[in-house]
């Protein structure tokens, strides 16, 4: 357990010397305080640019609508559910490789820390600062949406619509864990990662059977949740995506302890 520790403290201390955790800050950030003013002010700035007595310019102001608090979520997740997603896929690709190629992982073995210990604890590190980011960038744009739109929602709501994109996230981190065990190479790594994650969304839209399918955690689920609405099959959709991330990290244990 000792060696557990100080192999996870030893995991945080890398994430903040690399950069990762200041990249996955800016980006989840980023979109955090744009989403709402770009959903706030995007027909009022598209009215500035057109020309005078353009029909089709103002066309298309008229069926952007006038965008409401909602509209600001639904923007934040549809750029989180790509871009920050995949930020995080980039950021932990080549997680175990890296270990494995320079004989770390040979070392701390021979410390004493089996291969299940020296996966979970890097899933845990990278986990907690992911999930920490998703929750604080959640309430950001709580808060800009809130001081844009004057209502920004049940404040529980939209930390609980956080919450399940961030058990997305820890699915795509174990899968992407997985795919650093399995790959010979940082760019194998990373095209198995975005076949997952691109699977994920393929599924989601399949009639009938895409209610269930993790992919509804990038988006539509968190919207759900953060308007107050409980989605359809949304425990079953857990339970398959709590299974998904398990069975990835065994088997990224078991690989690693062979390799």
Do not use: H
């Amino acid at each position: 357990m000792s060696n557990f520790r100080v192999f996870l403290v030893k995991e945080f201390m890398e994430n903040l010397r690399t950069k990762r955790l200041l990249v996955l800050a800016c980006v989840f950030l980023f979109f955090a305080m744009t989403s709402p003013l770009l959903t706030r002010y995007m027909g009022e700035f598209f009215a500035m640019i057109m020309p005078a007595g353009d029909e089709m310019g103002a066309a298309v102001i008229a069926a952007m609508g006038t965008p409401t608090w909602e509209d600001s979520y639904i923007q934040l997740y549809g750029n989180l559910g790509q871009i920050g997603a995949l930020t995080v896929l980039l950021l932990f690709m080549g997680s175990i490789l890296r270990e494995k190629r320079s004989g770390s992982a040979d070392l701390v073995f021979t410390k004493g820390l089996g291969p299940t210990a020296f996966v979970l604890a890097k899933f845990t590190a990278a986990g907690a600062l992911t999930l920490a980011m998703t929750l604080v960038s959640t309430l950001v744009g709580y808060i800009y949406t809130l001081i844009l739109f004057e209502y920004g929602g049940s404040i529980g709501n939209v930390l609980l619509g956080g919450l399940a994109f961030g058990i997305f996230l820890m699915m795509m981190l174990a899968i992407v864990l997985l795919c650093s065990a399995l790959a010979k190479s940082t760019a194998i790594s990373a095209v198995l990662g975005l076949a997952a994650f691109v699977f994920f969304g393929f599924t989601s839209v399949i009639p009938r059977i895409g209610r269930l399918s993790p992919g509804n955690l990038m988006a539509s689920s968190p919207i759900s949740l953060t308007l107050g609405e409980f989605p359809d099959g949304f425990v079953i959709m857990l339970i398959i995506t709590t299974a998904i991330t398990i069975l990835s990290l065994l088997a990224a244990a078991k690989i690693t302890a062979i390799t």
